[in-house]
């Protein structure tokens, strides 16, 4: 008798805990560039499906890079994705694959183990200097694209950053700032169009930046 109630407590155990659904979401971030554990890193985990989206607690990596997560998920999430972030570094997102939407989610697993890399920011800051000054009618759709080494040719195939703007006499200044790994995405590109009632004028400019500093580009169009 007391052995059938010790088995009828764990199976009810055993049922609270599939309904609740606690999940344990650890792993280690790391430094890309130096291949070293990230301490004070920032974590949090986000889940996402046809019930809504769930944010975790947020914790802080330690001295060995590693985090730990217990979250419980309610039925209907599918999707999880663990974000990091720490001042200073920009996640490692692989362009050469694309953007993954997130990883599966699945309810009869209980722990997952990720690795998450961060790396040092490079920062290029688009200047426009606009002599003579432009028609006020005219509009100005300017981008800012990465390049990467997953082919022989290059290829810029992630637009990062964009914005249109009209041009009302002489545009001289600061006007696009895009912050990224420049190991990951070695190659950067300005394109622009200059628009009056249709595309007037189109060009473009290949940019060096320098890893882990802040280049200052002035284009004139």
Known sequence: MQKLLILLLVFLFACNKNEDNETTFKGVVFD??????L?????????SGASGTVYSHSVTTGANGEYEIKLSVPPGHTIY???TKKEGFVT???ICKGTPIGKLFN????IYNDTIYEDKQTIV?????????ANTNDTLLIRLTHGNTCSVTPLFIQVIIAKEIELKGAINGYILSDTFSLKEAPL????????NNGIVSNGE????????RTTNQVINY
């Open 32 to 37: 890309y560039s130096s291949n070293q554990r």
């Open 188 to 195: 950067v590109k300005a394109t622009w169009s200059v628009r």
């Open 39 to 47: 301490a004070a890193a920032t974590v949090q985990v986000v889940l």
């Open 107 to 110: 309810y009869s697993q209980f």
């Open 125 to 133: 800051n688009l200047n426009l200097n606009n002599i003579p000054p």
């Open 92 to 94: 490692i997102e692989n």
């Open 81 to 83: 994705n663990v974000l």
């Open 205 to 212: 400019q290949q940019i060096t930046a320098t890893e882990f």
